[in-house]
């Protein structure tokens, strides 16, 4: 299992954009799922994106066409691009490599004002 630390996270206006950075500790090459999740404030964890090891991606609806998730092997990183944020958006984002027996990083603070 590899070790996940995210950065990126902030305090932002509505409207505005932020680039979350999911660096891996060891190789993720091999690792077919890697994805970000978000806790909002008082509510359950949910799927925000996800992207295979060919490239696929899949979105939350709440984020499609706002958030681009990529995946950088050579740097043994994964991004989520965020624009046009919203207050909706505030959360505690977290990155999470694999399925059966994932690895989760520590999580970054997204607040977004109105």
């Known amino acids: 299992q590899v070790q996940l630390v995210e950065s990126g996270g902030g305090l932002v206006e509505a409207g505005g954009s932020l680039r979350l950075s999911c660096a891996a500790s060891g190789s993720i090459l091999n690792i077919n799922f890697m994805a970000w999740y978000r806790q909002p404030p008082g509510k359950q964890r949910e799927l925000v994106a996800a992207?295979?090891?060919?490239?696929?991606?899949n979105y939350a609806n709440s984020v499609k066409g706002r958030f681009t998730i990529s995946r950088d092997n050579a740097k043994n990183t994964v991004y989520l691009q965020m624009i046009s944020l919203k207050p909706e958006d505030t959360a505690v984002y977290y990155c999470?490599?694999?399925?059966?027996?994932?690895?989760w990083g520590q999580g970054t603070q997204v607040t977004v004002s109105s």
């Open positions: 992207i295979n090891s060919g490239g696929s991606t």
């Open positions: 999470k490599a694999g399925v059966l027996k994932a690895s």
